[in-house]
C-alpha cells in the first residue's frame, strides 16, 4: 500500500492567512454606500455577506469538533447525523440567512475584521496542533447545506473548506 503523503499544513495556513488579509482589504476599501448595497445572488447587502463569509470561519472551528468526535464513532452514527441534518435543509437555509443578517448588526464593518483575525488566530493554532493521524479523520457531512461540503470529510478537507466558501461569496459581492 502507498504511503499517504504529510498534510499540507503550510498550504491550508497560507490560505487562511490570503483570506484575512483579502477580508481586512475589502473593508478598507469600501464606501459606506458599498456595504449597504445589496449583493449579487443572495438576499444579503454587501456587509451582511461579508460577515456571512466570516462567519464560514466560525463555523469550522465547530465542525472541527464533530468530526473529532463522529470519526470515534461507527460510520452509521455519523451517516444518520448527516442524513438528519440534510433532512432540515429547509429550516437551516431559514436560519443561515437571518442569523447572518442579525449577526452582522453586531459584527459589522467596524467589528468583523477583528473577529476574522480572532478565529483564523484560533484556527492557525489547532491546525498547528493537529496530528497526521487526525487530520486524516472523517465523517459524513450534510451534502445540502453547501456546495462545498462533500458526502465524507476529513479534518484536512474541514481546514479547506472557509477558504472555497469565502472566494464563492467574494464574487458575489457588488463593491464599487
Do not use: C, G, Y
Given at each position: 500500500m502507498p504511503e499517504e503523503q504529510p498534510v499540507d499544513r503550510a498550504a491550508i495556513a497560507a490560505d487562511l492567512e490570503r483570506a484575512r488579509r483579502a477580508l481586512h482589504d475589502l473593508l478598507a476599501h469600501a464606501s459606506p454606500e458599498d456595504f449597504d448595497r445589496r449583493s449579487d445572488g443572495t438576499r444579503w447587502t454587501n456587509e451582511q455577506l461579508l460577515f456571512h463569509m466570516v462567519f464560514g470561519y466560525m463555523v469550522v472551528r465547530r465542525l472541527l469538533v464533530l468530526v473529532r468526535v463522529f470519526s470515534r464513532l461507527p460510520d452509521q452514527i455519523s451517516r444518520g447525523f448527516a442524513w438528519a441534518l440534510d433532512a432540515g435543509t429547509p429550516v437551516f437555509h431559514q436560519v443561515n440567512y437571518f442569523g447572518s443578517w442579525a449577526a452582522a448588526t453586531v459584527f459589522d464593518r467596524r467589528r468583523m475584521g477583528r473577529q476574522c483575525d480572532r478565529v483564523i488566530a484560533k484556527l492557525q493554532r489547532s491546525l498547528?496542533?493537529?496530528?497526521?493521524?487526525?487530520?486524516?479523520?472523517?465523517?459524513?457531512?450534510?451534502?445540502?447545506?453547501?456546495?462545498?461540503?462533500?458526502?465524507?470529510?476529513t479534518l484536512e478537507q474541514v481546514y479547506r473548506y472557509p477558504g472555497k466558501h469565502f472566494d464563492f461569496h467574494r464574487d458575489q459581492l457588488t463593491l464599487g
Open positions: 498547528a496542533k493537529e496530528s497526521e493521524t487526525d487530520l486524516r479523520r472523517s465523517m459524513a457531512f450534510p451534502v445540502h447545506w453547501d456546495p462545498f461540503f462533500t458526502e465524507t470529510m
